[in-house]
């Protein structure tokens, strides 16, 4: 006789089994009670959570022979025939195959006929997400107003991706993550009617692995009986499953407390050598830090093993690590190396900064204030300044003045912050005064740039000018090529070609350069 895995073995036959699905089954059972059954369901969410199952349990209901019922027989021909999955009014379609508008025709012409020997012809469509958008078209108007006697259920883990002309027309049932607790539950179950020892820190490893999926965390139960026997270890799962495990979390949070970089590396190179994932490790280790947390606020004996001092950790420095974890848990994700990266975190909560408690500067602040010896208030004799002091003043007064800067180094430095200005102003004649500095253009200044100048620069210029010599300077522009050629430009301009263009196409001329000679 074949192996039945555990996966199928414990698969949900009534709405009693599903776990962690409570206000669906609810929903669900209460519907067929009062005789409310709607048409059309979409079962969505995360992958091993019940949605394929429920959608068997809801076919049993419905064309079980004590039916519609919320607690089928399982004993009738129609409930074994859907269990095993050979009933001929139950289909069950996998949209990943059968995805095509030509699949759906086939499918709309079977609706057309009633059923065999159920109450009911039941659709289930499973991956429903994978259809192609002809397909849900062709399916659009069946899913609206089906025969009374078919029932559409489809089962997805992207129910993004179902078209809202089709959400619209159905009951949509949310599967959520399945808790934790009740996964290890039904585990702890699993195990004992098979008669196999299975560690705490065990379960508790294959649970976090399962990431809220029931057949997963079945599955994983199973690969690793298959590994370990009857009796089954922390170490084991770490080994099948490349996971650390609790007592890897302890003596890293422990190093870590230490303040020992060595033995940090040392944990690290450990994990390496049994292919730890370690980003997966980083995402536990931070669940660990937060479940410290809470236990050193709730003052939790239990929560750390014997030989762990609790008394090393404060909520400070339980707080400090939480946060430099999270404020590189996102780029440790595209590191080179994630093994470097994890590295790089531990070792920045090694060195971080000892955080001090809160009451503890209060403490220190307030001893400071009453516990300090007053400071002496008597006059010391004023020394008069000798002539060698007096003059060493002068001088230093005489530096002073000679390290103000002259106004050709302030228009340099003014220059620098205007990089765009520069080829402009560096080709001016400048010229300076005590109360004026003069500037003049020898060339050509486009509009806008010679706006520029003579606002935000002539500003700029102003003040750090002023700001040098102590009083207000004046700062002037020039522009000599404007007189020499004002003439020829004025006539260039009348030229009647050029009124021509600017008469047709609009705009203004800002400036008349010569083509030079090829």
């Known amino acids: 006789m074949s192996y039945d895995v555990i996966a199928r073995k414990w698969r949900p036959q009534t709405f009693g089994d599903v776990i962690g699905q409570t206000p669906v089954i609810r929903t669900l059972t209460n519907s067929i009670k009062a005789n409310r059954i709607h048409h059309s ?190 009796k089954v270890k922390e170490d084991d799962v770490s080994a099948v499953l490349g996971i650390a495990g609790r007592r890897a979390h302890v003596q890293l949070l422990s190093a870590i407390a230490d303040g020992d970089g060595g033995a940090v590396i040392t944990i690290l190179d450990e994990l390496e050598d049994k292919n730890t994932d370690f980003l997966k490790f980083m995402v536990r280790f931070g669940s660990f830090l937060q479940e410290a947390l809470h236990a050193v606020m709730r003052k939790d004996p239990d929560f750390f093993p014997e030989d762990f001092d609790s008394s090393r950790l404060s909520t400070e420095d339980l707080l400090l690590y939480l946060n430099i974890l999270v404020q590189n848990e996102a780029s440790a994700k595209f590191a080179f190396n994630a093994r470097v990266a994890v590295e790089l975190i531990a070792l920045k909560m090694v060195f971080s900064t000892h955080v001090v408690p809160i009451a503890e500067l209060l403490s220190k602040k307030k001893s400071l204030k009453t516990d300090s010896a007053p400071i002496s208030t008597s006059e010391r004799p004023v020394k008069k300044e000798t002539k060698k002091q007096e003059s060493a003043k002068a001088a230093d007064s005489d530096k002073s003045k000679k390290q103000k800067l002259s106004p050709r180094e302030v228009f340099d430095h003014a220059c620098e912050s205007f990089s ?78 050029v009124k021509q263009v600017l008469e047709t196409f609009g705009g203004e001329v800002e400036a008349i350069t010569e083509k030079e000679n090829i």
């Open 420 to 497: 765009h200005l520069r080829p402009f102003l560096a080709s001016a004649a400048f010229t300076a005064s005590n109360s004026s500095v003069s500037i003049a253009f020898h060339q050509q200044i486009p509009r806008l740039i010679r706006e520029e100048i003579e606002g935000e620069f002539r500003d700029r210029l102003g003040r750090d000018l002023a700001r040098n010599a102590g009083h207000t300077v004046d700062v002037s522009f020039s522009y000599s090529i404007e007189k020499k050629e004002a003439s020829r430009q004025d006539k260039l301009k009348d030229h009647p070609l």
């Open 41 to 230: 369901f979409i079962f969505a969410g995360l992958r091993g959570t019940g949605k394929t199952s429920t959608a068997r349990i809801l076919a049993k209901a419905l064309n079980c022979k004590e039916g519609p019922t919320a607690t089928p027989c399982l004993k009738c021909v129609a409930c074994d025939e859907i269990t095993r999955g050979v009933d001929i009014d139950v289909f069950e379609i996998d949209a990943a195959s059968n995805k095509g508008v030509d699949d759906i025709r086939d499918l709309k012409e079977i609706v057309k006929f009633p059923p065999t020997r159920d109450r009911y012809k039941i659709f289930i469509i499973d991956e429903a997400h994978m259809l192609s958008s002809h397909a849900f078209n062709a399916l659009l108007k069946t899913i609206e107003e089906p025969p009374s006697y078919v029932v559409f259920i489809l089962a997805t883990t992207e129910v993004h991706k179902i078209p809202t002309t089709i959400r619209s027309r159905c009951q949509l049932f949310e599967f959520r993550h399945i808790p934790n607790r009740e996964i290890e539950e039904q585990l702890k179950k699993i195990a004992d009617v098979d008669k196999v020892v299975v560690e705490d820190g065990a379960f508790s490893l294959l649970v976090d692995a399962a990431e809220g999926s029931m057949r997963d965390a079945e599955s994983l139960l199973d690969q690793v009986i298959s590994f370990s026997g009857d």
